[in-house]
Structures are given as C-alpha cells and as structure tokens.
C-alpha cells in the first residue's frame, strides 16, 4: 500500500483559505488521490478525489502536480465546523485497500 | 447519494458476549465493503476487506474467527465481534466501495465497550 505523509497538525483563522498538503513519493502509475475527513467519534466523509493536475468540486479542490508525488487539498474560507482531521490516501482505481496515515489535524481558530 | 450506514451506534456489552454490527450501502450497491477500527486518538486500521457472496479477506494480525464477517448482499455487511474482551473494545468503522465517485464511503462508526 503507498504510504502517505502529512504535517501532524495547523491552525487558521476562520474566513481564511486553507491549504493541507501531502506526499506521497512511492505513488503507482494507476494510483488516485483521495482525501477524507473526520471529526471526532464519526466515521471519515469524502472530500474529494483526484488523478492530476487541478480538480475542484462544491467544497474543495485539490492540486496535483505533473510528478503527482505530493498534492494539495484547498478548503476556501473556512469556518469553525471545519476543525477536524484531514487525511490523504492513495490507491489503484480498482484496488479496494486503502492504508490511512496519521492525518492531519486542522484548528480552525475564530 | 452514497449514503452508509451502520448499526448499532454504540453498544457495551459484557466480557464473553458476541456483539453484530451491521453495515449497509443505502442508496447504492457494493460489491465490496471494508472494516476497520479505530482507538483514541489514532488512525483507522484496515481490518478485512468483505466481498459480496465470497470470504473475506482479513489483514495480518487479524484474527478471522474472533471478527466474523459476512457479506450477503451488496447492501449488507455484517462483523461479529465473538467472545469480546475488554481490549476489544474501540470504535469499528465500515465503509463501502461504489457510489459516482467509485470510492469508498464511510459509516458512523459503532462505538462498542467491553465491561
């Protein structure tokens, strides 16, 4: 399973845009990027998804550069209820298994 | 869409008890379906992947006749925590593979403590 690494933990203001990165340097030709959320004691939600370059949708984009080694997921203005755990996962379209790293703790501050 | 969900929400149950959780895809099918769990303040752990009409397939370090799991129908999954213990006790988490994304979906997690 390709292993993923994120910053343990960041805070922002509220109002501002975020931006939560990811590296994933052993990833397969054939993996996707999938990031997800989680707040405490619910199970994760999906986010948003991605192969590469640039894809956006009703609550996040996600940034993929042409190496895909890393990517980035983009939260515009954020709010408090934003507070949770941002993970990024990597696996083949078709491969079930996913491997969740430590995530990435976001704090939205007022 | 793509909505899952799992039942009970939290359970506590006594030491040598057999505990189900059910997991269903409610507006989609999926073929497979996969379990994890999660303690304080850790990752979730992948602990079987679950396939419609087939044997799961269980991670390493998990014990296939202590977590039972059954795969149905491609809305229903179920794991069965036999002979509970104390260090059983966590979060479990199910998802399910499918919806327009093709991705998997996650449950509400059931909270189970062994007494």
């Known amino acids: 399973l390709a292993k993923t690494t994120q910053p343990i933990s960041m805070d922002s203001y509220e109002g501002q845009e975020v931006n939560i990165t990811c590296s994933h340097n052993?990833?397969?030709?054939?993996?996707?990027i999938t990031w997800y959320q989680q707040f405490p004691s619910q199970g994760p939600r999906f986010i948003i998804q991605?192969?590469?370059t640039k894809v956006t949708n009703e609550v996040a984009s996600l940034f993929i550069p042409a190496d895909r080694k890393s990517s980035t997921l983009s939260l515009p203005r954020v709010s408090l209820s934003d507070t949770a755990v941002y993970y990024c996962?990597?696996?083949?379209?078709?491969?079930?298994?996913?491997?969740f790293g430590k995530g990435n703790q976001v704090v939205v501050i007022p | 869409g793509a909505v899952v969900s799992q039942h009970p929400s939290r359970v506590i149950c006594k030491s040598g008890t057999s505990v189900k959780i059910e997991c269903r895809s409610l507006d989609f099918q999926a073929t497979t379906m996969f379990w994890y769990r999660q303690f304080p303040k850790q990752s979730l752990m992948l602990m079987a992947t679950?396939?419609?009409?087939?044997?799961?397939?269980?991670e390493q370090g998990v014990e296939k006749d202590k977590f039972l799991i059954n795969h149905a129908s491609l809305t229903l999954s179920t794991l069965t925590v036999t002979s509970a213990h104390p260090e059983d006790s966590s979060f479990y988490i199910c998802s399910a593979r499918g919806g327009s994304q093709d991705t998997q979906y996650f449950g509400p997690g059931t909270r189970l403590t062994v007494l």
């Open positions: 991605g192969y590469k």
């Open positions: 996962l990597v696996g083949a379209w078709g491969n079930n298994r996913l491997a």
């Open positions: 679950s396939n419609e009409g087939s044997k799961a397939t269980y």
């Open positions: 052993n990833i397969a030709t054939n993996d996707y």
